[in-house]
């Protein structure tokens, strides 16, 4: 953290007592060095499955049926639980090869076996973290392929 505070203090010299570092929210060490994957075969979505979250998550069911068109060995697995299952369940119950987990514990885990993931907030950053292809599924419906071009 020392790096950062001198970085910082050099651009901006506003003083010691005016700095709060924060480390990574993310604790590197859960997270194996991933392999990057040679083929896009198994798809991932981590999720609350709640009202402010159900677009995003249809979005990212809706681009892996279309995926699914052209890789019909392709598969979706679903992480995560909340008020709108049932509804999302209902949703996705006509496109083959997608399966709901449930909760889980070990996100690292997950990711280490899937090729991509969709999704947003922290998840996006621990897939990168396992050298997973990451697509933000935002919240307003806009999706992304993350690349060295627009991470930041």
Same mark, same amino acid.
């Given at each position: 953290?020392?790096?950062?505070?001198?970085?910082?203090?050099?651009? &901006?010299?506003?003083?010691?007592?005016?700095?709060?570092?924060?480390?990574?929210?993310?604790?590197?060490?859960? &997270?194996?060095?991933?392999?990057?994957?040679?083929?896009?075969?198994? @798809? !991932?979505?981590?999720? #609350?499955?709640?009202?402010?979250?159900?677009?995003?998550?249809? /979005?990212?069911?809706d681009l892996f049926?279309?995926?699914l068109e052209f890789n019909?060995?392709?598969?979706?697995?679903?992480?995560?639980?909340?008020?709108?299952?049932?509804?999302?369940?209902?949703?996705?119950? /006509?496109?083959?090869?997608?399966? @709901?987990? !449930?909760?889980?514990?070990?996100?690292?885990? @997950?990711? !280490?076996?899937?090729?991509? &993931?969709?999704?947003?907030? #922290?998840?996006?950053?621990?897939?990168?973290?396992?050298? #997973?292809?990451?697509?933000?599924?935002?919240?307003?419906?806009?999706?992304?392929?993350?690349?060295?071009? /627009?991470?930041?």
């Amino acid at each position: 953290m020392d790096k950062e505070y001198n970085e910082i203090e050099e651009l &901006f010299h506003i003083g010691e007592e005016h700095y709060k570092i924060i480390p990574n929210s993310l604790n590197m060490e859960d &997270f194996k060095e991933g392999k990057v994957p040679e083929k896009i075969n198994k @798809f !991932g979505l981590v999720s #609350r499955i709640s009202e402010e979250k159900m677009l995003s998550l249809k /979005n990212s069911i809706d681009l892996f049926s279309k995926y699914l068109e052209f890789n019909p060995d392709s598969e979706l697995l679903i992480a995560g639980d909340g008020p709108l299952k049932k509804e999302l369940e209902s949703y996705s119950k /006509n496109i083959k090869n997608i399966k @709901f987990l !449930g909760p889980i514990s070990d996100v690292s885990s @997950f990711l !280490g076996q899937i090729d991509v &993931f969709m999704g947003v907030d #922290r998840c996006i950053l621990e897939a990168l973290a396992c050298k #997973r292809l990451a697509i933000i599924s935002s919240y307003n419906g806009n999706m992304n392929i993350l690349n060295k071009n /627009n991470i930041e």
